[in-house]
């Protein structure tokens, strides 16, 4: 008689333990266990305990290869999924062996775990594992597949609804039972919005006190301002598209004569191009997409061209616009010198341009679509043993839920862009256009800071912070890596790691063979730089694009999803009153103010980056690893303190203790 002691572990969350019955098969090199029920005669299973079991087999079973659990349900009761951490199994010969879980388990499913040590698929070398490992893949890709949306856009899963969702996916009860409350707060903040427009700026700030933050208020005070509307395309929300300018493009026909009073005194604008301190943000690609109706009435968008000069203190100011691409007498270049309410109509309608490709592109697509495509392709090509399935699976938690409520929050009828002034056609046709034009450099920040030459541009603190940050978490993409592949070799033969990799790029990219993407890895050094991208997307830059939304964005003076007027075509005739008829009236300014709140919120059970609550390595080399990182995160919120401390306007958006491991909601 041979006996396996185990130690199951239940969740701590919320409504994480069960009153079902559990039972266990343990299977080894020379057989299996007897089907056995964990009971301890009570309650078994609670919400962070562990409990120990015993399971008697009439001889050894070998080499322990997995622990099968099942449950059935207890008496009538209705559905009570069960949050499994872990078993720990140890062996008759004192071997101690854990095998991680970290999943919900529904009644009736089987759920087939293997021990903790990472392994790729040339390692593999028992036939039952083996076999384990093609019967699992062929499980995860008939329950997680591919959706079209439209011609010309990436690929989703093909769950329609969070009710559809596995388990494993899916919300904790306590996260569903929070974010209905987020949910239900905004639509108690839309309900306070009457019909109409808004007769003074003021009135806005009525709506505003229902919820602020310094930042937000700091908004409301200063939105005019030309130093702090330049500030915002290096510290916003969206420091993703400004870019150092060396030779104005054609159709942006600045002279010096109309900037010179708006520069250093003695010199020009061709001498300071020269120099460095001349950006440009070009919204070409918003040309000539058609906007959508309200009640019968067009709304407008712009797709302008704004010159920035940063001056001697290192502030960066806007010194001319231009609202559409192609110059005329109908599209004036403005300037700060122009009539106050000119200048303030332009930089309104330019940086609601910039919202709609802030909300649309680098939030929803570079980040909670990307985060999709990867989080299908893991579940889809790498089996759970996989030591890059245990690396990323921390990366993708809840990914597919929340992108379906981000879908039904922001393009149902009713959601906040599907309400823009582009409307849904238009924004697909948005989508569209980036994504042809997206590149592999373009997602690599150390890259994309260089071909946008950004590299010496002062009070940058996105980039400073988005800089550590990457090259952290390369540091530790490089070390995992090439801790499980020894040499280049081992990556070409990873049948698994190429039809990953081979699926990002058919249903992420399209199969762009221009963008740069790879289609295969051919080294452990490229293997490493993409683990650094998908990392440093569904966190960090997710974090940079969405956790100030609330701060910059409910200030609807500040930048609107929907513009009702269009821009001025001559110099000389607007007013307050003109800004006020072109900003959206009460309901919809409500409806932003709210969607930017909704989106702003934080998990009840937020999991850091850097912090890994589930143990899938087993092995000392990775929780090194992990312990590096970890330090490295932990002396960046110093320094990242230490820096905000003496700023007017701290950047917070990438301090390691705010930023999520994981795209939220």
Known sequence: MAEYKLKVTTGAMKHAGTMDHIYVILLGTEGQ?????????????????????KVKTSSSLGKLLLVKVEKDPFLLFPEDEWYCSKIEVTTPEDEE??????????????????GGKGVTFMEEQHPLLLNHRKKELEYKKSSYQWAFIDDGLLHVSHFKDVFELLAEVRFSMSELEHTHKIITLGLEMEGLAEPGKWKRIEDIKNIFQYKKTNMSEYVSEHWKEDDFFGFQFLNGTNPNVIKCCSKLPPNFPVTDEMVRPFLETGTTLEKEMEEGNIFLCDQKIMDGIPTRQKDGNHLYV??????????????????????????SEQNPIFLPSDLETDWLLAKLFFRSSDLIQHQTLYHLMHTHYLAEVFTVATFRCLPTIHPLYKLLIPHFRYTLHVNILVRKLLLSPGGALSESSLGVEGLTELMRR??????????CLPENITERGLELIPNFYYRDDALKLWNYLNGFAKAMVEYYYSSDSDVIKDIELQEWINEIFTHGFLENKHSGFPSCFNTIEEVAKFITMVIFR???????????????????????????????????????????????????????MSAARILSEKYTDVVLLGEFPEEHFDEPRPKEIIKALQVDLYYLREEIAARNSQLE???????PDVVENSVTI
Request: charged share 15%; with cysteine.
């Open 33 to 53: 266990s007897p089907r056995t029920e964990l009971n301890n005669l009570g309650i078994d299973f609670i919400a962070g305990k562990t409990r120990a079991y």
């Open 97 to 114: 062996i854990v095998f991680p879980c970290y999943r919900w388990i529904s009644r009736g499913e089987f759920v087939e775990l293997r």
């Open 302 to 327: 712009a797709a302008g061209l704004c010159l920035f000069y940063k001056n001697p203190e290192g502030k960066l100011l806007p010194i001319a616009i231009q609202l559409y691409q192609q110059p």
């Open 434 to 443: 980036d994504l042809s034009q997206m590149t592999y450099s373009s997602l």
């Open 538 to 592: 569904v966190s960090a830059q997710h974090a940079a694009v969405n956790n100030g939304q609330y701060d910059y964005n409910s200030w609807v003076p500040n930048g609107s999803l929907l513009l009702c007027k269009p821009p001025p075509a001559t110099k000389g005739q607007s007013s307050m009153q003109t800004v006020l008829e072109t900003l959206p009236d009460v309901e919809d300014s409500v409806k932003i």
């Open 649 to 655: 306007i701290p950047y917070t958006y990438l301090n």
